[in-house]
């Protein structure tokens, strides 16, 4: 482990004061990424039942095929210095920076998984790309999840390429996973599924989820939330069912996330 670093192995840094406005106050689109050049909004009709770079599950959701990169995480940056946001979300009212904790960046540059957000840091980024953070199923109400859905192939797998560990398909300690180890964003690789096309569902970093584990009599900044996956620095065969929780304002070093969106019909 190098200096300054913390994992759910060792010790979690819990940092509070990253941002959480989650939409652009841009007029009369859901986000105004689109216009300055980032990706389409789902009024763009033109780009299928899922925009770009996402999977569909089961015709109910879509969700990114790879956890969020650094290099896209710092043109929204860029994009939040160059604009006004209004925060509609009150679970996130209390936050006022999107920066990534510094202490906790990973090595690799900028095709590495962000990390060092927290929830509402990753919750800001999802919606100002028309999308959202991975959360309930909305078709049914018995409690099923998106993010759990896609690495389980609904429920048939333990892990995203089956129900058995295999040493090496994705990156986990028990597999010798360090700081320097994580795998690109963007780079096909053995850790694949539940469906085609999806990556590292499972290592590489843990993903924040829009689920709620337990509420806090302190408000929403220290709700604990779940975040799945597992992590590099993990020693735990962690699996598509394994449940992790944080509050809120919590950052750490091998979290990160990737989004979900609606089915276009």
Known sequence: MLAGFSTLAGTLALVAGHACTSFS?????????????????????????????????????????????????????????????????????????????????????????VVGIDFCDALAFCENNAKRLCGARRDVDSGAEEWATACSANGTRKYPYGNEFVKGRCVVEADGGALGSTRSVGTPSDCEGGYPGLYEMVGNVHEWNDLLEKPSEAGP??????????????????????????????????IGFRCCADVRH
Request: charged letters at 20%.
């Open 25 to 113: 106050e841009a007029p009369g689109d859901l986000a105004l990424m689109a216009d300055a050049g980032g990706p389409p909004t789902l009024m763009d009709s033109s780009v299928g039942p899922c925009l770009p770079m996402m999977t569909n599950v089961l015709g109910l959701f879509c969700i990114d095929n790879y956890e969020v990169s650094v290099a896209a995480y710092d043109e929204f940056l860029a994009f939040v210095r160059a604009s006004r946001f209004t925060n509609r979300d009150p679970r996130c009212a209390w936050n006022v920076d999107y920066n990534p904790e510094p202490s906790q960046v990973l090595p690799g540059g900028s095709s590495k998984a």
């Open 221 to 254: 900044r220290n709700d604990d939330v779940k975040f799945k996956g597992a992590a590099f620095g993990q020693s735990l065969r962690s699996g598509c069912d394994t449940v992790f929780s944080l509050p809120r304002h919590a950052t750490a070093n091998d």
